[in-house]
């Protein structure tokens, strides 16, 4: 039998070549659109019929120049009169890049055209296998297919196909050898729905493989309703996996202030790979306009950034208003000139592992952002920064950077700016180690130093007018530091931790100050003899230094007291860690080091002033210093049993407080006031969810009439009642909790809930016995998981309530200042912010405030998003205060028409 079907093949091959030498192949492009693939797929009425069974045939190559495979899983037919092949169940035919399946396929051998189409069910009518075809990165399915190997050309009905950006369908769709597409009533939409919310109507069209498809008269059909007055006559849709320059839709809209705009329209340039830009403009009918240009770049393993500037000419009112004094604050004409400046640079890590640079550069004039910018946090921000910087290893102990920084503020106008700051350390290193140890560490190894050194040029708060001019690099300060630490640690009685330091410091400076008596400079009232002294600035490198030493020395003590009777509270543990230290330093005003002189005014030489008294790095500090430095350390904590107190012997830990420190020192070389003020902190969380910390200052002294401190304590005056005046104090609580903060851990479930219900952790995979028999299959096995984790629920009242993602978090500030006899500054704040998202489509958000000392609320904002799938609908807005605004969006979800939007707002510039 096998032997019969090759010969009848053979046959149908050769009579096939006959035919092809005579190039009868048949032109497609005649009547293909009256063909019927249901009639060309029925059997020919004849007895010349050969059926085969799961066969794969190819066809040789003396046929056509790629060879065509035929592959089909139910039945294969050959008609020796027709010389046409048929197929039967998920057929599939490949010929050199293409490559087509459906469930019935039939072949024309003589003409090379191949008929596919999918299979009607007689009861609902639905068409199953309906033709999948692929060439290349070219695909689509369609309802009927005729396709031409040889000519490369086809007619295909109801195509769908996605590309780059959406979704292609034509009811007659041609395909031509140069892989062009035109179809016929067709649509276009962004919706990946079978039956989507929106598409574009296409009379006609035409589909540019990987570069457009450009379209006849369209408008745009809307939840199955046409909207005829959103009809175009013509429009172009990219279709292009590579990025293309094309032109930027403005947006619109309208304020009171600069009347009604089109914002940010202009053109892309897809300038490479690695590089874009964008041309952008704004323009408003009451005379305002504004530019952009933006670009991002990016080199793989390399460097990323990008760059933004803007300028703006924002026109207020009208101009006729311009010289009314007194006009209504809402037509009142106003003129302001802003811009813009934001680069950022990025190197990859990848690109040298030694050494990176980086650049965040941001820089407005006439507060931009503050005129043009629709986010709050730009509004209200007063600061900006910006830092170019650059670090490297070398030798694997050496690190240097150098970067530049400038802090711009918007409050003042003022500008600090630093360039460069250049700074050389060396790690940490033990120079009496032994490079080979053996047997114990000695005292002396353990002895460390490192190197630091820093070069620094800067100029503070000046006005941003004089930024990078004559005026700003005069008042420039610049000079050089570099400090050699000295250190080691070792323990005493084995449990007493002692760390001795010696530190140096060191600072070179261009220049130092003179004071002089000048009595042409008076101050006070005119006739008073008084005069004040002028400073000269001498022009001459100088070194200053500093040398200071110290030891410490610190333990711990644990404190636990067990409770024998209690029901519920078995033990309470007290960790102390009490530490003691001394520091000493010489008084650096004494004449021998020259780095103060007398003041010109105090006939008593007792007051002194620092000649580097502008050094950018300080100066060493006068008076001598024999400090003794003490604090004490506190941790309280408690073991309780845990609350599913069904199990014997579990218990957990409970930290009642974290930290309580007290700190302070006293300076035996000073004449009085030789006490500091004694700093607390305390830290805790409350219910594991709760933070609070604390911190306060005690001022042990009394204070005289004029509020200053005097020699005298303050407990002697109260005869013990206080032992020290508040002078600063401050409290913090935040939480943060969630819908899993009140969900339970099955990982956590008591040895008697996994007896009761079975254990948590389970696999899911089939049950079997010990002889390796299924007892239950997956399915079974994951059913009963699912019915005791149902039961552990119920009786643990762990309902459902939590399954909706949602957070909240808040927080309480509290401060008071009282450093001498004037009134106490009393702050208080609240906030509150949150968010709720009911379904994977909704999602709110909320954010508040309140002063309480002001009575005022702070800046508040609610903000609703919905995702309706293939449209974006957003709400936001900030119901009271100064930026009282809203803003409605309804908007397409994807970027190709990102200009076709709704929506209506109300600016904070409005009010």
Known sequence: MQKIINIVILLLFAGQVLAQQQDTIPDINKDTSAVMLSDSLSLPGDSTMVTVDSVKLKRPRSVVDIPIEYECDDSLMVSLETKNVYMYGSTKVKSGTMNLESDRMQIEMETNIVYAE???????????????????????????????????????????????????????????????????NGRYTTCDLDHPHFYFELTRAKFIPDDKIIAGPSYLVLLDVPVYILGIPFGIFPASKRRCSGIVVPKYGEESRRGLYLQDGGYYFAISD??????????????????????????????????????????????????????????????????????????????????NFGANVSYQKSRYDLQNSTRLSDITRNTTQSSVNYSTTMFKVVNFSANSNMTQNFADTSISFTFPTIALSVSKFFPFKRKVQ??????????????????????????????????????MRYGFNYSIPLSTSFNVLKYINVSPSIQYKGRIYPNYVVHYMNPQISFGDANSEQVKYGVDTINQVKHNFEFSTSVSASTKLYGIFNFKNAKHIKAFRHVLTPSIGMSWRPDFSEPRWDFYRDDPLDTANIRRYSIFENGIYGYPPAGKSAAITFGLGNNFEMKVKTKRDTVEGKYTKIKLLETLNFSGSYNLAADSCKLSNISISAGTRLFDKVSVTMSGSLDPYQLDSAGRRTRFYLFKETNGRRWGRLTSASISTSYAIDNKTFSKDSKEQSDSEKRNYGSADYDDE????????????????????????????????????????????????????????????????????????????????????????????????????????CFSLSFYIIPFGAYKSYNFRLSFGSALFQGLEYKRNQSWRDN
């Not at 490369?152 to 140069?178: D, M």
């Not at 450093?819 to 909704?842: C, E, H, Y």
């Open 118 to 184: 999918g299979t009607e069910d007689p009861e609902t009518h639905e068409l199953t296998g309906t033709p999948i075809f692929k060439d290349n990165k070219d695909e689509f399915t369609a309802k009927t297919i005729k396709y031409n190997f040889k000519t490369k050309e086809g007619y295909v009905c109801e195509v769908n196909t996605e590309q780059q950006n959406g979704y292609l369908y034509g009811a007659q769709t041609r395909i031509h050898a140069n892989r062009e597409i035109h179809l016929k």
């Open 274 to 355: 690695y590089a874009d830009l964008q041309l952008l403009g704004s323009i408003y009918t009451y005379g305002g306009w504004g530019a952009k240009v933006v670009s991002k770049f990016k080199v793989r393993y390399k460097f990323s950034g990008n760059l933004n500037f803007s300028y703006s000419k924002n026109i207020s009112g009208m101009h006729e208003f311009a010289n009314i004094k007194g006009a209504n604050s809402e037509v009142t004409y106003s003129s302001l000139n802003s811009y813009s400046l934001t680069f950022n640079f990025n190197q990859d890590p990848k690109a040298n592992p030694n050494s």
């Open 438 to 475: 053996v047997g114990k560490q000695k005292w002396y190894e353990k002895i460390g130093s490192s190197f630091q050194a820093n070069f620094t040029n800067s100029v503070d708060r000046i006005n941003d007018t004089l930024f990078m001019k004559r005026e700003m690099f005069d008042k």
């Open 766 to 869: 089939a049950e079997v016995d010990e002889f390796g028999n299924i007892v239950a299959t997956a399915e079974e096995v994951e059913e009963r998981r699912r019915e005791r984790e149902e039961r552990r629920k119920r009786d643990d009242g762990e309902y459902s309530y939590y399954s909706v993602p949602w957070s909240l978090s808040g927080g309480y500030t509290f401060s008071y200042s009282h450093p001498g006899k004037q009134a106490a500054v009393i702050r208080q704040m609240v906030n509150l912010s949150g968010s709720v998202t009911f379904t994977d489509k909704w999602r709110m958000s909320m954010s508040s405030g309140f002063d309480i000392q002001e009575g005022k609320f702070a800046t508040s904002s609610l903000s609703v998003t919905r995702d309706l799938h």
